[in-house]
């Protein structure tokens, strides 16, 4: 795929170029972003629309659906990604204004890599927390490529393990101020010869406290397709994460409060107050967000098996994580 | 300048959060705590945290000294209080079938080469090396969260950890 293949107006009088993906408009101002398509149009803050889009662009449409709000979002079908107005909001699908199109992944995924590249101006990481970032808003000033581009940590086996991702130190990752008292000692690995690629172990929670973002599971363990995927929370998830398949979370420091809602009505189901050592599931038939008032770290666990969405959409697997 | 404390909880200290149900069973959730789940637990118990399909989490009560197991795949052990050592053999022999899943006991010593040892505390997490044998000990009693696959020694008692 060329850059040509990503439609794209000139910059307007803010300096935004707008952005064209099928029936769906994109532009931005020096607040909102604008968005049309054949049956509506719908305005979100560039605050959360970027953070909802970094996310989506990080995490390659991720696992289900990615609500940037109560209106747009993505759902992943692996190869292929809908992109949707009001799908699955009750009053839009009632009054017939919702609309879906599917893309072939790698069109979509330009698309939304230049939209973020060109309204992500220099004093804003949408991956920060807003506390440790400048403000998205205004017109057009420079560009923050490194902090959208970064590289989501992905081990092979196990972080620490010789060749695959390392750990965090002073020299690229300083202690998050609000990890400041997370203890820093290393375990005690006593290899014999010949063994040292394969006696490894590391700390997690002090890996977990030199984190530069939030809200951004990377993979730091990997046992056949189950994931431990940790990251750290502060202030609130930027999406409304849609489950197409149950997943866990292993709350591993400080709390953090879910809202559990209906993954196609958007109806209220649950909050969920999770504190430290706490583990609970998310069902595969519900949307949540998160709020954490102090930096958390949160274990998510995944289970990356291929065939699992289809075995949950065709009812052959339950949505919920276990029977008793 | 604000100080933070950062809260992790223990075998002796945790709270616990809970479920505020709206429309819905919190049976749906199988929500439960690691450090309930470990003070209730007998020493080395694999009491399953987590399932997802073949996928489990473990929590291990660490206390005393455990048999050799042995896994035909990779698990990962997280402390989550005290302090635990590992002791890592390479056996001349796999013991488990390669498509086993879960650990198994050896049922005695093992025969191999000793790979080393790793003695973990907080927040530390190690690499048990597929077909490598391992016995843990703990002074005091600890806990461990295993990143495993569904094993014959693995125990459901969802009934009686989740929040229901």
Redo the contacts between chains.
């Keep these: 795929m060329t850059v040509t293949d990503v439609s794209a107006t000139a910059p307007n009088a803010q300096g935004y170029r707008g952005f064209k993906l099928g029936g769906f408009h994109f532009s931005r101002d020096e607040f909102f972003v604008h968005l049309s398509w054949p049956t509506g149009k719908h305005v979100i803050s560039a605050d959360t629309f970027l953070k909802a889009l970094q996310r989506d662009v990080a995490w390659d449409f991720f696992y289900g659906t990615v609500n940037f709000d109560h209106v747009f979002g993505t759902v992943n079908h692996y190869g292929t990604v809908d992109m949707f107005a009001g799908r699955f909001n009750d009053a839009y699908r009632k009054a017939e204004l919702d609309h879906s199109e599917n893309f072939d992944t790698l069109l979509i995924r330009e698309t939304f890599k230049e939209m973020l590249d060109d309204w992500t101006n220099a004093s804003f990481d949408p991956f920060a927390s807003p506390t440790e970032t400048g403000k998205p808003f205004g017109v057009k000033n420079g560009s923050n490529t490194a902090a959208v581009t970064r590289r989501r940590v992905a081990a092979n ?3 620490g ?1 010789p060749g695959d991702e390392q750990i965090r130190t002073d020299a690229t990752h300083p202690i998050n ?7 820093q ?1 290393d ?6 010869p010949g ?1 040292e690629g ?9 890996y977990l ?1 030199r984190s530069d973002v939030t809200w951004n599971p990377s993979v ?7 994931l ?1 995927c940790p990251t750290t929370e502060e202030y609130i998830l930027p999406v409304v994460h849609g489950n197409d ?2 997943e ?1 979370f ?6 953090i409060v879910w809202e ?1 809602h209906d993954r196609d009505t958007g ?17 595969g038939d519900i949307r949540h967000q998160g709020y954490s008032s ?2 958390s770290m949160l274990l998510v ?3 990356a ?1 291929p065939g ?1 969405p289809e075995l949950i959409s065709t009812g052959q ?1 339950s949505v ?3 029977d ?1 | 300048m604000t ?7 223990s075998l002796d200290y ?11 069973d ?11 789940v470990a003070n209730a637990s007998a020493p080395w118990e694999k009491v399953a ?5 073949e ?1 489990v ?1 473990e929590v291990i009560r660490a206390e005393g000294t455990s048999e050799w197991r042995t896994c035909a ?4 052990p ?1 402390v ?1 209080d005290g302090e635990v050592t590992i002791e ?1 053999v ?1 056996l001349d022999i796999p013991l488990v079938a390669a498509d086993k899943h879960g650990s198994v006991s050896l049922g005695g010593e093992p025969i191999g ?15 048990l ?1 597929a077909n ?1 044998a391992y016995r843990m000990s703990a002074d005091t009693a600890s806990v461990v ?1 295993l ?3 569904h094993g014959d020694d693995t125990i ?1 008692r ?2 009686e950890i ?1 929040l ?1």
């Design positions: 086996r196990m972080v393990v101020r609000m990890f400041a008292d997370v203890p000692d375990p005690d690995i006593h290899a014999e063994f394969e006696v490894a172990a590391y700390n997690l929670f002090a406290s730091v363990s990997v046992c056949k397709a189950s431990y398949r149950v866990w292993v709350q591993l420091s400080d709390e559990v109806a209220p189901r649950s909050k969920v107050t999770m504190k430290a050592g706490d583990v609970a599931a998310m069902p102090k930096r666990w995944e289970n098996s699992l697997v919920y994580p276990v008793f | 100080t933070y404390e950062t809260k992790f909880g945790y709270e616990k959060g809970g479920i505020e149900v709206i429309d819905d919190p049976k749906h959730y199988a929500f439960s705590n690691v450090f309930e945290v987590g399932k997802n399909m996928y989490l795949h990779d698990e990962f997280l989550l890592l390479k080469k000793a790979m080393g040892r790793i003695v973990l505390r907080r927040g530390h997490q190690a690499l090396p490598a969260l990143q495993t696959i459901e969802w009934a989740c229901s």
